[in-house]
C-alpha cells in the first residue's frame, strides 16, 4: 500500500480532450490526483462539480487538480460539457495508474461483490511526493477539505 512520504508513481494517460499527460510534467507544483469511480453518477458528479467550483482557489494555491476514473476520454467530455468541468479528467481506461495507486480492487455495494475503484485523493508535492493520503473519500466537501490541507503546506 502506497503511504505519505513515498515517491508518487509516474504515468501517461490521455487527457478529456486527448492530450497526453504525464504525472512528471507537474513537477514544481502540486497535484491534487483525485480517483472517482465513474462519470454522471450522482456521487462522482458533486466530487467532481465541488472540485470545479472551487478551482481558483486550487490555483491560488499552485496546486493542480486532476480527475481519475476508468472511463474514456468521450465519456469524460460528456461529462466534462454536462456540469462545465475546470480540471482535465484522466482516461484509465486500462487500469495502470489505479492499480499503480492501490485504488482499484474488490469493492461491496447492496451485499454484491465486484472490481471497481476507491474513492481515494493523494496530494502530490512539487518534488513528485506523495504528502496526503485521502481514503475511503466522501464526496460531499472533499474539494474544501483538500484545501484546508493544502493550506497547512
Not at 64 to 80: A, N, Y
Amino acid at each position: 500500500m502506497l503511504h505519505e512520504g513515498e515517491v508518487a508513481p509516474d504515468f501517461t494517460v490521455k487527457d478529456t480532450n486527448g492530450k497526453t499527460v504525464r504525472l512528471s510534467d507537474f513537477r514544481g507544483k502540486t497535484v491534487v490526483l483525485y480517483f472517482y469511480p465513474k462519470d454522471m453518477t450522482p456521487g462522482c458528479t458533486v466530487e467532481a462539480c465541488q472540485f470545479s467550483e472551487n478551482i481558483s482557489q486550487f490555483t491560488k494555491r499552485k496546486a493542480v487538480v486532476l480527475g481519475v476514473s476508468l472511463d474514456d476520454e468521450k465519456k469524460h467530455q460528456k461529462f466534462t460539457e454536462k456540469y462545465g468541468l475546470t480540471f482535465p479528467l484522466l482516461a484509465d481506461t486500462d487500469k495502470t495508474v489505479s492499480t499503480a495507486y492501490e485504488v482499484y480492487g474488490k469493492k461491496k455495494f447492496m451485499g454484491m461483490s465486484y472490481m471497481g475503484i476507491e474513492r481515494t485523493t493523494f496530494i502530490i508535492d512539487g518534488k513528485g511526493k506523495i504528502v496526503k493520503i485521502f481514503r475511503k473519500v466522501k464526496a460531499d466537501g472533499h474539494s474544501k477539505e483538500v484545501l484546508q490541507v493544502l493550506d497547512t503546506f
